[in-house]
C-alpha cells in the first residue's frame, strides 16, 4: 500500500513561487505515474499535470503555460510541484495521487491512492 503526505502549502503574495513536496512511502512502484491536483471551494478536482515514476515524463495542463514544474526524486521517494508566478485563481487544495501503470491520465478516478492535500492561498 502507497501512503502520499503533502507539504508545502502555505500563504503567498501574487507573483510568489511555492514548492510542495509530496512523500511516497509504503509500497513503491517502479512504473505508473505521480499526478498533481488541485480543488477551490465550490469547484471539482482539477488535473495539474503529473510525471511518470521510471522515467520522468512529464504531461500538464495546459492552463499550467510554463509556470508549473513537476519533478521527482526517486532516491527520497519524493515528487514536487515547483509553481512560480502564482495567480489568486491559482488558490485551492493541492492533491498528489498515484496511479499504477497504464496511461498517463487527467482524471481523478483514475488515480488510486491520495494524499491529504496541502492549502495554497495567493492573495492579490
Known amino acids: 500500500q502507497v501512503q502520499l503526505v503533502e507539504s508545502g502549502g502555505g500563504l503567498v503574495q501574487a507573483g510568489d513561487s511555492l514548492r510542495l513536496s509530496c512523500a511516497v512511502s509504503?509500497?513503491?512502484?517502479?512504473?505508473?505515474?505521480m499526478g498533481w491536483f488541485r480543488q477551490a471551494p465550490g469547484k471539482e478536482r482539477e488535473f495539474v499535470g503529473s510525471?511518470?515514476?521510471?522515467?520522468?515524463?512529464?504531461y500538464y495542463a495546459d492552463f499550467v503555460k510554463g509556470r508549473f514544474t513537476i519533478s521527482r526524486d526517486k532516491a527520497k521517494n519524493t515528487v514536487h510541484l515547483q509553481m512560480n508566478s502564482l495567480k489568486p485563481e491559482d488558490t485551492a487544495v493541492y492533491y498528489c495521487?498515484?496511479?499504477?501503470?497504464?496511461?498517463?491520465?487527467?482524471?481523478?478516478?483514475?488515480?488510486?491512492?491520495w494524499g491529504q492535500g496541502t492549502q495554497v492561498t495567493v492573495s492579490s
Open positions: 509504503g509500497r513503491t512502484f517502479n512504473s505508473g505515474f
Open positions: 495521487a498515484a496511479k499504477s501503470g497504464g496511461f498517463r491520465s487527467p482524471y481523478p478516478a483514475e488515480y488510486g491512492t
Open positions: 510525471i511518470t515514476w521510471s522515467a520522468g515524463i512529464t
